[in-house]
């Protein structure tokens, strides 16, 4: 139950920052952008993980890199 319950929240998280970006309440460069995405993301791995739903995993983990380039390529601008 709480894998599940992690995957649920983790799906959220990544909907709520998409919501966010496409209502304009929040930029693509904004560290919180970013840091939601990367949270959701993670949550949704560990599902995924304990589930053994290996692609899933994978677009996850490659979501996270994504993130994390996103909040170094912010930092670099500044």
Do not use: H, P
Not at 23 to 36: A, G, P
Not at 50 to 76: F, N, P
Request: net charge positive; charged share 15%.
């Amino acid at each position: 139950m709480f894998f599940e319950t992690l995957g649920w929240f983790g799906s959220f998280l990544i909907i709520l920052a998409y919501y966010l970006l496409q209502t304009d309440k929040i930029e693509e460069t904004d560290f919180k952008y970013q840091t939601i995405n990367i949270l959701g993301a993670l949550m949704l791995g560990v599902n995924a993980y304990y589930k053994t739903a290996w692609a899933i995993l994978t677009l996850q983990a490659v979501w996270i890199l994504i993130g994390v380039m996103g909040i170094l390529k912010s930092k670099s601008a500044r």
